[in-house]
């Protein structure tokens, strides 16, 4: 479904004035408000084909109407997504759920939504009905070689398909690891990943990069073979230049300080990309901002501060993706106040006075550190960020547009109310 461009205009006209004076308010406290505003535009987060139907739980899952039934629905929603926010630029893709028949028109699709192909994902952690041996008892660490085989294989076969669609990196996350003491050897383990990890690396195309996605737990509940940062840090150096660490924000053991890790991996080089979420307890793949805001916000103050000390581009050079389930909401709407908690977070982060506070941690003045970083974090910039997507064609507050364009019901009114999304 192509909304119509007219409709976004016509539903901008009427919030416009009353934008105009929150804008004006908030610029007037930004001293570089364009080059802010530019940052904002350029910065594109993907959306995995995965998240775009109800994702549910191991208990039950409760369907909404309208999901996409096909790899072209599902694009045809993140261009939904993208008219609407003009931030969410690209897909990821997991294969073999979203396995692309005809590479060649998949891509046109996708760029006729003005959307590029994001990293690629592998799928070791589940068998697929057609596949000769089991993944029960891990993948790239299996003990028998014949397994890590077809593990390391069917890597290169997501490779091939990232290539036919215009990807330039893989995603490597592996459910590998241990339910009980004993039950593995931690050094064969690590060995047999490491050297699997390696053979898919020898295929990785030139200018491809890996990204090797940790988590502390889960499926496996006693040890993960790619348990933490340490780990995924580890396989990511002996593997070499091209190889990175992922960071999901759901992955890591509770009061874990996600700000220290990013701002260590993008010092050493090595921080590859992200998988945003939010969560109570341990991979709850929430809305993005719904539960720990301010932690958000001070994991984007440690990236711009990261990135630009390294003088990275903070649109390009990481990998950028949402990584999150909706059991509860409209999965669409979901995607939205993710992509906007996100784009807060980083305008936000923006307006930290960076040199102010080079000069208050020099002097030790801990209390106009924190004054320092509250201040950007307390201002409002949501005037900001609408200004942003104002400018780039999209529209001023996305939520309230999806609602009253009435974009579901047109979605439940093309595929049906019983619809049901494939994949997750
Ligand atoms: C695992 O929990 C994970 O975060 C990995 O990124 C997977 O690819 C994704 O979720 C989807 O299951
Ligand atoms: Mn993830
Ligand atoms: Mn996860």
Not at 59 to 69: H, L, M, Q, V
Not at 164 to 193: I, M
Not at 215 to 244: I, R, T
């Amino acid at each position: 479904m192509l909304l119509e461009k007219y409709k976004i205009e016509e539903f901008n006209q009427a919030g416009l004035a009353e934008h105009k004076r929150r804008f004006d308010f908030a610029a007037s406290y930004v001293k570089n408000i364009d080059e802010v505003l530019q940052k904002l535009i350029d910065f594109q987060v993907a959306i995995p084909s995965w998240a775009l139907g109800t994702g549910g739980t191991r208990f039950g899952r409760f369907a909404g109407g309208g999901e996409p039934r096909s790899l072209e629905e599902k694009i045809e929603d993140v261009g939904l997504l993208h008219q609407l926010n003009r931030s969410s630029g690209a897909i990821s893709l997991h294969i073999p759920w979203d396995i692309p028949q005809n590479p060649a028109a998949i891509k046109a699709l996708a760029a006729q939504h003005g959307l590029k192909f994001d990293a690629v994902n592998s799928n070791t952690f589940q068998d697929q009905p057609d596949q000769k041996l089991s993944y029960k008892f891990g993948s790239m660490q299996h003990v028998d070689k014949a397994v890590r085989k077809q593990a390391v294989d069917h890597n290169i076969e997501v490779i091939r398909h990232g290539i036919e669609l215009g990807s330039e990196s893989l995603t490597v996350w592996l459910s590998d690891g241990s339910s009980f003491p004993g039950q593995l050897n931690f050094r064969k383990a690590f060995q047999n990943t490491l050297e699997s990890l390696q053979e898919v690396y020898a295929a990785l195309p030139d200018n491809w990069k890996m990204f090797v996605e940790y988590k502390a737990f889960e499926p496996n509940f006693y040890s993960m073979s790619v348990g933490d940062w340490g780990q995924s840090y580890l396989y990511a150096s002996k593997l070499g230049e091209k190889a990175y660490t992922l960071v999901d924000l759901g992955h890591h053991l509770p009061n874990a300080n996600i700000e220290q890790i990013v701002s260590l991996l993008l010092m050493e080089g090595k921080l590859g990309g992200f998988h945003f979420n939010d969560s109570k307890y341990g991979d709850d793949d929430l809305t993005v901002g719904s539960v720990k805001p301010y932690q958000l916000f001070l994991i984007f103050n440690e990236l711009v501060e990261g990135m630009d000390a390294r003088g990275m581009n903070h649109a390009t050079d990481l990998g950028w993706m949402i990584d999150a389930s909706h059991n509860v909401k409209d999965p669409l709407e979901d995607l939205l106040q993710s992509v906007e908690a996100i784009m807060i977070a980083y305008t936000q982060a923006l307006l930290v006075d960076r040199k102010a506070l080079a000069e208050a941690q020099q002097a030790n003045d801990v209390v106009r550190c924190q004054e320092i970083l509250q201040t950007a974090a307390r201002t409002d910039v949501r005037a900001i960020v609408a200004e942003a997507r104002l400018r780039s064609g999209g529209a001023l507050q996305t939520l309230q547009a999806f609602r009253q364009l009435e974009l579901r019901k047109a979605l439940i009114g093309e595929r049906g109310l019983k619809a049901v999304s494939t994949g997750l």
